[in-house]
T-cell receptor, first 114, second 108 residues
Framework: GAGVSQTPSNKVTEKGKYVELRCDPI?????LYWYRQSLGQGPEFLIY????????DSGLPNDRFFAVRPEGSVSTLKIQRTERGDSAVYLC????????????FGQGTRLTVV | RKEVEQDPGPFNVPEGATVAFNCTYS??????FFWYRQDCRKEPKLLMS???SGNEDGRFTAQLNRASQYISLLIRDSKLSDSATYLC?????????FGKGTKLSVKP
């Protein structure tokens, strides 16, 4: 299919380890968003890319979190020294970037830090 | 104050009922507005955009009041399949900010 693809779908890691979460947006979508969602909560904004650059990274909770989108397509969310509180579903979305354009979501990566 | 606020519910209604959800946003420079639907353990999906003139899609009606920074969603003749979490979404400077969502449960 041509939807947003996120890998892995599930990730279990030990506290203190490094993880990378990947997002393949819909082809041609210039805007890419990362969110984190805990049970019973709405998606919490992390970072937004327009093309290759981070247009807004104000949602990243601390310097353990970092995201890149080097060629303006695939994006990787990187988490260093993972903590149990990082456990959540990490959602990626992409859109054409216009004001009224729909954002399409991937199915998310469920991260569990043990 | 959170950027986008919604009543978390849950709203438990019988089939056929009319239910209304409300949402307020804090950034007066916000540019566009949406309602998304999220089923349990699934990703959010666009339900409808919200325009100042108000817009309707079948049983769903969305309204925007820019002066009050208030958005609403009305669902008429509720179906069992409408059970989900409804997320209010605001776009500001390109960024998409979500509310916490309002959970709806439609009972037979």
């Amino acid at each position: 299919g041509a939807g947003v693809s996120q890998t892995p779908s599930n990730k279990v890691t030990e506290k203190g380890k490094y993880v990378e979460l990947r997002c393949d947006p819909i082809s041609g979508h210039t805007a890419l968003y990362w969110y984190r969602q805990s049970l019973g909560q709405g998606p919490e904004f992390l970072i937004y890319f327009q093309g290759t650059g981070a247009a807004d990274d104000s949602g990243l909770p601390n310097d353990r979190f970092f995201a890149v989108r080097p060629e303006g397509s695939v994006s990787t969310l990187k988490i260093q020294r993972t903590e149990r509180g990082d456990s959540a579903v990490y959602l990626c979305a992409s859109s054409l970037g216009g004001l009224d354009t729909e954002a399409f979501f991937g199915q998310g990566t469920r991260l569990t830090v043990v | 104050r959170k950027e986008v606020e919604q009543d978390p519910g849950p709203f438990n209604v019988p089939e056929g009922a009319t239910v209304a959800f409300n949402c307020t946003y804090s950034n007066s420079a916000s540019q566009s507005f949406f309602w998304y639907r999220q089923d349990c353990r699934k990703e959010p999906k666009l339900l409808m955009s919200v325009y100042s003139s108000g817009n309707e899609d079948g049983r769903f009606t969305a309204q925007l009041n820019r002066a009050s920074q208030y958005i609403s969603l009305l669902i008429r003749d509720s179906k069992l399949s409408d059970s989900a979490t409804y997320l209010c979404v605001v776009r500001s400077q390109g960024n998409l900010i979500f509310g916490k969502g309002t959970k709806l449960s439609v009972k037979p």
